[in-house]
């Protein structure tokens, strides 16, 4: 059985997504990879200069609608681990003591 890994990063200015170069570290855990940001943020053109392997969702309108405005390439990676899934769902959570 496959199972699609995508992983999506929300940009909300262009300083954001210009100066945040992290991005490529994640490739290993997913087979695709998208940058949702808002409308009229980034062009076409500086989408396939700054991350040619990266997909592209852009907000549209009143921001209830979301639309894939370039495809990622997709990348053949290996499989994930039980415990790396454990950590990312939960390297947020705080505990809250048994009552």
């Given at each position: ?58 907000v549209t309108g009143n ?37």
């Amino acid at each position: 059985m496959f199972i699609n890994h995508i992983a999506y990063e929300i940009k909300c200015s262009r300083a954001d997504l210009f100066g945040d170069r992290k991005y490529p570290s994640y490739w290993p855990y997913c087979n695709s990879f998208y940058f949702a940001v808002p409308n009229g943020l980034v062009t076409r053109a500086e989408m396939e200069q700054f991350a040619p392997q990266c997909g592209f969702i852009q907000v549209t309108g009143n921001g209830q609608r979301m639309q894939i405005v370039r495809q990622p390439v997709r990348m053949n990676t290996a499989g994930i681990e039980q415990s790396i899934y454990h950590h990312v769902l939960m390297w947020r959570v705080t505990p809250i003591a048994r009552l």
